[in-house]
């Protein structure tokens, strides 16, 4: 049996996703975020990282995202949800599976850092210092990446149905994140990067994933 081990409010509803989208029997273990936002500790009885998402499975630990689902649709997917080896499709398939916790992550979790570091605990002499070294970080740096990433986002998404060419793949399930990070987190408004925002509410509308939410639990992305 397949088991997620589940923290609310995070990348592991991707994964339930997944297994709604292939109809694969799983179960769920819960595991619930610390006042501080950090998963609780006996997530790393499960994998010394202590992160989420992870599953167990078959006597076998696998943790990371883009791993987790690659694994789960090369073991039980039967051929969907991944384009055939030695496709264009693959290749951009196994781009987008990277690009998503490689490139733009990042970048979404920094600009999230950085925007707390000023409302921090410190003396208050201290504080317009953070500020002003959040606010530059910010500006000279985050945003016009951000800008850069967003707007090539929404050009790859004017070239095909779906990131990895006309059919819905995984590589749709591991992007969906960082896209909804952006849209809370980054400022990309819909009228500026409408085929970002259409993607969205096209997932948004897909049957396994409203199931996947009421298997999860209300998700909002931090
Ligand atoms: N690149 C990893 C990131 C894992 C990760 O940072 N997960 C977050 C949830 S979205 C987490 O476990 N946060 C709680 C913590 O760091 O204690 C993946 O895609 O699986």
């Known amino acids: 049996m397949i088991t997620v081990h589940h923290l609310n409010n995070s990348r592991s ?3 339930l996703w997944l297994l709604e989208e ?3 029997p799983y179960e769920i273990v819960r595991y619930e975020r610390q006042p501080d936002m950090l998963a609780p500790p006996s997530l790393r009885a499960v994998h010394p990282l202590g992160k989420s998402p992870v599953i167990t499975d078959d006597g ?3 943790a990371e995202s883009g791993a987790i689902l690659e694994y789960l649709v090369e073991r039980y997917g039967m051929g969907r949800l991944r384009p055939e080896r030695g496709t264009e499709e693959r290749l951009r398939f196994s781009y987008w599976m990277h690009y998503a916790e490689g490139s733009l992550m990042p970048l979404l979790v920094m600009k999230l850092v950085f925007g707390q570091i000023p409302r921090g605990p410190m003396p208050f002499i201290v504080r317009p210092v953070a ?6 970080v910010q500006s000279v740096f985050l945003q016009p990446q951000l800008v850069r990433h967003f ?3 929404e050009a790859e998404l004017g070239k095909s149905s779906w990131f990895a060419g006309e059919a819905f793949t995984a590589a ?3 992007m969906s994140f960082p896209l909804e990070a952006m849209s809370v987190r980054g400022g990309g408004d819909r009228a500026k990067y409408p085929r970002i925002h259409t993607f969205l509410d096209r997932i948004h509308a ?3 994933y409203q199931r996947a939410l009421t298997k999860g639990g ?3 992305v931090l």
């Open 13 to 15: 509803q991707r994964v």
């Open 151 to 153: 707007a090539y986002l």
């Open 218 to 220: 209300p998700f909002e």
């Open 206 to 208: 897909r049957p396994a």
């Open 22 to 24: 292939l109809e694969l």
């Open 172 to 174: 749709d399930i591991q």
């Open 60 to 62: 076998r630990t696998v």
């Open 131 to 136: 500020r002003g070294i959040s606010d530059k």
